[in-house]
């Protein structure tokens, strides 16, 4: 079920790191809040953090804080903030907001709270929103915490698994090492997972299938060697839209130098449409390998996919 948090009061300031002063009502806009110091094209375009962060923080500082101090643009409560992710969405009647960043560098001797108590909740608790929908806003709208959910699918190609003659391990080895990493991450998601035989029409199929299904992420395993029967590559490289060869190229050569078998693998890397591809070999110890040197770059390859662009 969704949770939902109620904005408490509105804020806004000409400069970075200054406290902000509630106001009655703010403008949503593709920039963010025109003349506030967070406004721009860039992922940082609003602030916002809970009341549940500021009355904690309240006791350790031993004062009442006011909305606005921590340089927030919004003040909620109902929902501890920074416990969201980027890419998740809080929506109301007529407005739309997307996170984009947990927490921040903190303005230091330039933060006007920081220089009164020596410490702020921002850098750990605040959060940041790009405007998906704008229009007005003020205190007492309630909106709707909606978490993305990473859709992932996993193949597994085996004549043998598929026949039953041997418990296919590969394929729930990369569900059990993706749950765990992305729960790390306090990420939502979802986790299909197929055994089929070595037939490059059912992999063409469900590949395809799962990425209009809008998987976010499609792993196989098996058929990446110089076998006969090898031909997963050959199937999912017409697929792509773009290729991302540098992940492979790293494992291979990494985990190549002192297994000198690792070079042969034909493992393939990349993109179709917004749905990240990875082909990886059928040995569990090769997957291992491989999820090692995938799974953190994933965040960021998401963050691109979906035109979030975190660099600035």
């Not at 494992?251 to 990886?280: F, Q």
Request: charged content about 25%; overall charge positive; hydrophobic content about 35%.
């Amino acid at each position: 079920m969704n949770k939902t948090f109620e904005v408490t009061s509105v804020n806004i300031s000409e400069k970075k790191g200054t406290i902000k002063k509630p106001v009655s009502k703010i403008q949503l806009t593709d920039i963010g809040i025109p003349n506030d110091a967070h406004s721009g094209a860039w992922h940082r375009q609003v602030s916002m953090l809970g009341e549940e962060s500021i009355k904690r923080f309240s006791k350790k500082a031993d004062r009442n804080i006011q909305y606005g101090e921590f340089a927030e643009n919004i003040t909620t409560k109902g929902l501890e903030l920074f416990k969201t992710a980027p890419l998740d969405r809080f929506v109301s009647d007529n407005l739309e907001l997307m996170v984009t960043q947990i927490g921040k560098k903190c303005h230091g001797d330039n933060c006007a709270i920081f220089q009164e108590i020596g410490n702020c909740v921002m850098p750990k608790e605040g959060i940041f929103v790009k405007v998906i929908k704008g229009g007005e806003l003020v205190p007492g709208v309630t909106f709707e915490y909606r978490p993305r959910i990473i859709k992932v699918k996993i193949i597994t190609l085996s004549d043998r698994a598929s026949k039953g003659i041997y418990k296919d391990i590969s394929g729930p080895f990369i569900r059990q090492q993706t749950e765990k990493f992305l729960e790390s991450r306090r990420r939502h998601f979802e986790i299909s997972y197929d055994l089929i035989p070595d037939d490059p029409g059912r992999l063409k199929t469900l590949v395809l299938n799962a990425q209009k299904d809008n998987a976010d992420i499609i792993f196989t395993t098996g058929g990446t060697g110089i076998g006969k029967r090898d031909f997963t590559p050959d199937v999912v490289r017409p697929l792509l839209d773009k290729e991302i060869p540098g992940i492979m190229e790293l494992i291979r050569v990494k985990y190549g130098m002192k297994k000198p078998n690792a070079i042969l693998s034909r493992s393939i890397a990349g993109v179709i449409d917004k749905t990240l591809v990875y082909t990886l070999p059928g040995s569990q110890k090769a997957v291992n390998e491989y999820l090692t040197e995938i799974l953190p770059t994933l965040e960021h390859s998401l963050y691109m996919l979906n035109d979030l662009d975190l660099h600035g």
